[in-house]
Structure formats: C-alpha cells, structure tokens
T-cell receptor, first 116, second 114 residues
Framework: EAGVVQSPRYKIIEKKQPVAFWCNPISGHNTLYWYLQNLGQGPELLIRYENEEAVDDSQLPKDRFSAERLKGVDSTLKIQPAELGDSAVYLC??????????????FGPGTRLTVL | AQSVTQPDIHITVSEGASLELRCNYSYGATPYLFWYVQSPGQGLQLLLKYFSGDTLVQGIKGFEAEFKRSQSSFNLRKPSVHWSDAAEYFCAVGAMNRDDKIIFGKGTRLHILP
C-alpha cells in the first residue's frame, strides 16, 4: 500500500508570507496528525483529526496556523503569516483509528520549511 | 501527563558492536511504549511497540526492547549494529485514554564507526 504522501518536500519563503502544506494519508486511515519537529527535537503534535473533525488542536497556534481536512481524507496545514521561528519540519501521520495512544502511526517524509 | 526522557543525545558505536539506547518514561498507569527510527530526510518508521504481556519485545531490523516497570525504562537494544543503522531514534509513550496523545522523546542520534 502507498504510504503517507506530503508535498512539497521543501519550501523556502520570506517572513510574513503565507505557506501551505498538503498531506494525503494512507487509504482507509481515519485519523490524521500534523506534527512539528524542530531541529534536534522529537515531533510535537499540532492537531489530530478523526475523519473531518479536529479532535485535538490544543497545541495549534491559532493566531497564524490553520488546518482543514475536507471530506475526511486529504489535509492542508497553513501558516499565515510565517515567522522566522516557524522554520522546522512539518510531519503528517495517519493511523487506522484514534483509540488513544495505542495505534501505530505511519509518518510521511515531512516538509522542511525555511523562513528567511 | 506522560513524558519521555532519552538521556543520550548522541551515541557512537563501531560496526558489529552491540547497542543499547536508553529511554525513561513517566506515566501513572501502564503505558504504551514505542521506538521509532528516522533516517535523514525521511519520516519516522516504527521499530517496535509494547502494549502488554511479554516485557521483551522483538521488532524489525533485529532490534528488541525490554519494558522494566520498576525502572520506568524501555531501552532499545541490538546485538550487532550495521552501518545502515545510523539514524535518529525516538522513544515515545502513549496512553490508554482515547484522547491522549503520543509523546516523543528528543531523540538519540546514532553514529556508526566503520
């Protein structure tokens, strides 16, 4: 089966510009996650979707970050406007169902964002 | 809330030598424990996981980990490393609560000497 697909793989923008990341999860996976991974750190959850519902967005900086998962499949994460501190890798993951911390999450390759 | 500590930021071992990566967790009940590996420019891949039962867990690529409740540890081991094992390794802890997230450690970067 195909894995989690993310695009673009790399993005360089100037501060205050908008940017969007796209994720296509594994077919049949109802739960989708967006993570932020800073250099030298582990992934930190930004938002978790179960189907099209955002069930945990407590760590999403809502003043500049937004996400959507229309039709419960693909998802888009947006930053507007981007700041220097947003430079990081943005990982998307999916799992079969969101029954707590039990399910294996499958990760995409990530999008490396550089804000100049 | 759960937390994970990986005490070693970098580990260097010679090819063919044994490996142990340390992981300590904090959680009030029986945790779900995971080890992931991340190669440069790649996403995370699950090596192994512990939910219950046998405390010695076998994973892919010849890795194993042992859950020690008394020490709150879940160390990753491999008897003989290969150059291709050079990567970043993340320990993670999850919980039984449906709404709880998986918490990742900061990672240990493994370097292999030829």
């Amino acid at each position: 089966e195909a894995g989690v697909v993310q695009s673009p793989r790399y993005k360089i923008i100037e501060k205050k510009q908008p940017v969007a990341f796209w994720c296509n999860p594994i077919s049949g996976h109802n739960t989708l996650y967006w993570y932020l991974q800073n250099l030298g750190q582990g992934p930190e959850l930004l938002i978790r979707y179960e189907n099209e519902e955002a069930v945990d967005d407590s760590q999403l900086p809502k003043d500049r970050f937004s996400a959507e998962r229309l039709k419960g499949v693909d998802s888009t994460l947006k930053i507007q406007p981007a700041e220097l501190g947003d430079s990081a890798v943005y990982l998307c993951a999916s799992s079969r169902e969101g029954t707590g911390g039990r399910n294996e999450q499958f990760f995409g390759p990530g999008t490396r964002l550089t804000v100049l | 809330a759960q937390s994970v500590t990986q005490p070693d930021i970098h580990i260097t071992v010679s090819e063919g030598a044994s490996l142990e990566l340390r992981c300590n967790y904090s959680y009030g009940a029986t945790p779900y424990l995971f080890w992931y590996v991340q190669s440069p420019g790649q996403g995370l891949q699950l090596l192994l996981k512990y939910f219950s039962g046998d405390t010695l867990v076998q994973g892919i690529k010849g890795f194993e980990a042992e859950f020690k409740r008394s020490q709150s540890s879940f160390n990753l081991r491999k008897p003989s490393v290969h150059w291709s094992d050079a990567a970043e390794y993340f320990c993670a802890v999850g919980a039984m609560n449906r709404d709880d997230k998986i918490i990742f450690g900061k990672g240990t970067r493994l370097h292999i000497l030829p």
